[in-house]
């Protein structure tokens, strides 16, 4: 995949082309855009004519075709998940996201169980400890009873 551009821009035809579609757009290019019979420069008509070469070979094999196919699909996907992230961005801009957040995993929410945990059991050691050291605990702060 070169560029850009797609195989079967390149060969002028829709994606459901079939071979002997495939095989008359090529024919069509290939005398338009053989060095030998363009008007265009000699690197240029070259380079073209390889382009038109390598969409027909790849999209006139069906095994090809399909991974070809496939990774446009794919290529597609990526796009509008960038799509989709750039208008969070937006939107986090604007502070719009709750319509936008997503659930929390199950790991997030095993981590958010064990933070809890810990820090009920340590305010729960805590005043263990200071019932059986003989301290009293001080619900007012010692800066405010001065």
């Given at each position: ?10 060969l002028?035809v829709?994606?459901n ?13 290939s005398?338009?855009?053989h060095?030998?019979?363009?008007s ?9 004519f390889?382009?038109?070469?390598e ?30 992230l750039?208008?969070l ?11 936008n ?14 933070l809890f945990i810990i820090?009920s059991?340590?305010l ?8 059986f050291t003989?301290?009293?605990?001080d ?8």
């Amino acid at each position: 995949m070169k560029g850009e551009i797609s195989y079967y821009k390149i060969l002028g035809v829709n994606e459901n082309a079939s071979n002997h579609e495939l095989r008359k757009a090529f024919c069509k290019l290939s005398i338009e855009l053989h060095p030998d019979t363009t008007s265009l420069g000699i690197e240029e008509a070259k380079s073209k004519f390889q382009d038109v070469l390598e969409a027909y070979e790849n999209l006139n094999n069906s095994n090809l075709r399909k991974i070809y196919d496939d990774k446009l699909k794919e290529k597609l996907r990526s796009k509008n998940k960038n799509k989709i992230l750039s208008s969070l961005i937006i939107d986090s801009k604007n502070q719009n996201l709750v319509e936008n957040r997503r659930p929390f995993s199950n790991g997030e929410l095993f981590s958010l169980f064990l933070l809890f945990i810990i820090i009920s059991i340590s305010l729960i050691c805590s005043i263990f400890i200071a019932s059986f050291t003989g301290k009293e605990l001080d619900t007012i702060p010692i800066w405010l009873v001065k």
